[in-house]
């Protein structure tokens, strides 16, 4: 199931729209990060993929916790 949500990402191109957030955000690090412009960026970065689009992560799996 995450693979295929993976693919979908791909697809419709929000790796692509996170790479250029993240290029436009890197390019002045000198910015006030209270800036209007580097608020409206990071909350598109938050708010890139909606919930069907999430992947889902089972921390239990990852750490080796059971």
Known sequence: ?????????KEKGFVEKNEELTRRLAADVTKDVAASDVQKMVKELINLLDEQHRPTLDM???IGVS
Do not use: G
């Not at 199931?1 to 990402?9: A, C, T, V």
């Open 60 to 62: 239990e799996k990852i």
């Open 1 to 9: 199931m995450i693979m295929e949500k993976m693919e979908r990402i």
